[in-house]
């Protein structure tokens, strides 16, 4: 636990410090801020925005997966840097395990990633509850955030930084380019319960809009939908286990 740790802490003071995470944070915080601002004309051209549960379902699908599309770029490089620096015989001279290597790696990242992902909803939460004249409820800020924002952080995050190492950097960048891209429904069936695998789908995106509703949530889409992102993240990280050439032969 110890080198893993070590590893961890590595990753969030090398991205902290990382002066194109904080651009893209911001970007995307702009973005929302001036989308969702309770203004006079926004409060004209969305009716909802005096709802939170509707404020919380834009901050996720639109400047939330924007954010998350500029730190899939940002992770990228995490272990292909490494390689290309040096860095990893440093790491491979010591007393460090692969798995080690590859958690310390991703749950670093990941943890960076969530944090910034709490900043973001904190500051719109606090925007929304000083100048919002409808009434404001923190419900599902917190919703949005354990329920939906944690497992997507855990899909970029792992994905970002482990399938690179594995698959051509182009070809990960075209894939994941088409993934964030998407804006309908990708996958059916007749009775419409399983839709496309999206960050934040519509069925997801009801546990905020209509959280004092839960009836009108359709459990199986939810379930389908956490299971693609958890699976994929932990899918990522098996296939980098897998990938001999990025660590030494007695690994």
């Not at 970002?160 to 964030?180: E, K, W």
Request: charged fraction near 15%; proline fraction near 4%.
């Amino acid at each position: 636990m110890r080198n893993i740790a070590t590893i961890l802490k590595y990753e969030i003071s090398m991205q902290i410090k990382s002066v194109r995470l904080w651009v893209v944070f911001a970007f995307a915080l702009a973005v929302a801020l001036l989308d969702n601002f309770p203004s006079e004309a926004n409060l004209d051209r969305l009716d909802f925005l005096t709802d939170q549960g509707y404020v919380v379902s834009r901050i996720l699908a639109h400047a939330g997966v924007l954010m998350l599309f500029g730190f899939m770029f940002l992770l990228s490089d995490r272990i292909r840097g490494d390689r290309k620096k040096g860095i990893s015989e440093l790491f491979m001279a010591s007393p460090l395990s692969k798995k080690q290597y590859i958690w310390g790696k991703v749950l670093g990242n990941y943890v960076t990633v969530l944090f910034t992902m709490a900043i973001y909803f904190a500051i719109n939460a606090l925007v929304q509850l000083v100048h919002n004249p409808g009434p404001f409820s923190p419900v599902p800020y917190a919703v949005g955030f354990f329920a939906m924002a944690v497992p997507a952080c855990f899909f970029v995050s792992a994905c970002a930084v482990a399938l690179p190492a594995v698959i051509d950097i182009r070809m990960f960048y075209v894939l994941f380019s088409i993934y964030f891209l998407m804006n309908t429904d990708f996958i059916y069936t007749e009775n419409g319960m399983i839709r496309s695998l999206y960050l934040f789908q519509k069925d997801i995106l009801k546990l905020v809009y209509t959280y004092k509703q839960f009836e009108q949530i359709i459990p199986a889409g939810l379930l389908w939908n956490l299971a693609f992102l958890i699976c994929s993240g932990i899918g990522a990280i098996l296939l980098l286990k897998c990938r001999k050439s990025i660590w030494r032969e007695t690994a």
